[in-house]
């Protein structure tokens, strides 16, 4: 099978379940972009008045960079649930749910972040103190970003 073959094979797939997603989504839709290697498909539509246009496609003739901070690989993170904006407190002009140098517990809300209208708790799933925080308050995130790096705890952190 040519590369072009391949990408052509995951173009069509990545236009599938954006077709599917669109479906499901209870409400307009405003953008949507879905990554597969070098492959990116995305939909946008500007005037919510207007029909949505077909889906434009693109293969990235190199792969784009990353442009969130990832934690050191022994370090373990606390990652994003799902797609949407990232935000660091309960409401604006509060105090955020933590900050470096805190210690955090498995379940404890360490932010929120906002899909489609809906506030989802980020809680953490183990142990240890915030050593970073790796994406900036009000900033969009990807399922399963690191949001949050931490140190794991030692026997005297504990």
Sequence with gaps: MSA???????????SRHARKLVAELAGPVRRVRLRSGDTV??????????PAPAPRAEVDPVPAPQVE??????????????VGTFYR????????????????RPGQVVG???????MNE????????VV????EDGKPVEYDQPL???????GRDA
């Design 4 to 14: 072009d073959a391949g990408s052509e094979e995951v173009l069509d797939g990545l």
């Design 41 to 50: 498909l995305e939909v946008e539509w500007h005037d919510p008045a207007r």
């Design 69 to 82: 901070a990832v934690p050191a690989a022994d370090r373990p993170a606390v990652r994003a649930p799902v």
């Design 89 to 104: 407190a309960p409401e604006p002009g509060a105090a955020p749910f933590v900050a470096v140098g805190d210690v955090v």
């Design 112 to 118: 929120i972040v906002e899909a489609m209208k809906l």
């Design 122 to 129: 980020v809680t953490a799933g183990q142990a240890g103190r």
């Design 132 to 135: 970073e925080v790796l994406v």
């Design 148 to 154: 949050i790096a931490l140190e794991p705890l030692t």
